[in-house]
């Protein structure tokens, strides 16, 4: 289930017509899997890896012999001077280390990598050695919203996991072409997870004009709520 403010931040999204944003939301509500929906998938056995039940896909690379990975990308949908979130609702389940279960910006100024593990985050972005660092996070216990905020024309990057900062730092140069993708990027380690649902939008409205229209709909509520 997607959050209500999520979904009024979608809603105030389209009624601030920002002209140039990219928004993509997947719920797994209709059963299909993200290749029916534009994402392309990089790996081995969609079918093998990837099943959805109930409106949340499950990914598991433990099913594929060896060490081999799959993971969705969805090309052409960053731009770094505007500001970016990418959110998953997701629960952990299994994993043998390394990215099996991850998700990830890419562009020429971001390179950014949130692998989701047992009781910690591993965060492959800061130019230093070895080139990843893990911060202890809640991911245990069923599912939680983790959140990745880069700020538009920075080096900056945020992570959170329901709604509580984890993480902050720098964001290393990146790769071109641009996209974003999430699932088991690795090679050298496998995951099972689950996703229930995942939001990104890229050029994120101004937050006075986000504000105005939430004061709208809450204005709008309590009227009908008074009237009923
Ligand atoms: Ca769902």
Redesign the pocket.
Known sequence: ?ISIARKLALLGMFCASEAAAVTVFL???DGLLPTAHGWSFEGTDEGLLYSIAG??LRGDTFSLPGEGGGYYKLPGVYDASKDTVFELRARYIDGSGGLGSAFGVYGPSSYVEIGVQAGQLQIVSEPMPPGSTTVGAATMGGFHTFTLLLPGGTQTMEVKVDGVTVFQGTRRLGVVPNGIGFGDFTAGGDGTWEV??LFYSNDVPEPATLGIVLIGLCGLSWRMRRLQ
Do not use: K, L, P, Q
Request: no cysteine.
């Open positions: 289930m719920d797994f509500e409106g949340v229930d649902s």
